[in-house]
């Protein structure tokens, strides 16, 4: 593999880590605190967008670069399994069992949905 297709991924996930930061930031500016609103959307939001570049790219619409460059970077840098697993034990830890379960379950359910929304809205686009 060259080097190329490493800068291609280490670009994207930059570009993925700065949108994730800034759009998580308005979010959760927008909604408060006292749930982690930013992660979910942020995870909801990126789980659709890599159900589209799935598609996109199954129907030769995206260049294996592209896909490289979109879903290994750009969306592995914009989506954060990390931060759900945090927040979600913080809400254990904080007593708030129902929020927790809420969050964690929600968040795998959404991000399910808009996959396979993504994924279907690929088709749609590609004919």
């Given at each position: 593999?060259?080097?190329?297709?490493y800068l291609l991924v280490?670009?994207?996930?930059?570009?993925?880590?700065?949108?994730?930061?800034?759009?998580?930031?308005?979010?959760?500016?927008?909604?408060?605190?006292?749930?982690?609103?930013?992660?979910?959307?942020?995870?909801?939001?990126?789980?659709?967008?890599?159900?589209?570049?799935?598609?996109?790219?199954?129907?030769?619409?995206?260049?294996?670069?592209?896909?490289?460059?979109?879903?290994?970077?750009?969306?592995?840098?914009?989506?954060?399994?990390?931060?759900?697993?945090?927040?979600?034990?913080?809400?254990?830890?904080?007593?708030?069992?129902?929020?927790?379960?809420?969050?964690?379950?929600?968040?795998?359910?959404?991000?399910?949905?808009?996959?396979?929304?993504?994924?279907?809205?690929?088709?749609?686009?590609?004919?």
């Open positions: 593999m060259g080097v190329e297709r280490a670009l994207g996930g930059a570009l993925g880590s700065l949108l994730r930061y800034g759009l998580g930031a308005w979010v959760q500016g927008s909604l408060g605190a006292g749930f982690p609103w930013s992660t979910l959307f942020v995870n909801a939001l990126g789980s659709f967008l890599i159900g589209l570049t799935l598609r996109l790219s199954l129907e030769g619409a995206l260049s294996g670069e592209a896909r490289l460059f979109l879903a290994v970077g750009v969306l592995g840098g914009f989506t954060t399994f990390s931060s759900l697993s945090y927040e979600t034990l913080a809400l254990l830890q904080g007593g708030e069992v129902g929020k927790a379960l809420l969050y964690a379950f929600g968040s795998l359910f959404l991000g399910l949905l808009l996959a396979f929304l993504g994924y279907r809205l690929g088709g749609a686009l590609v004919g």
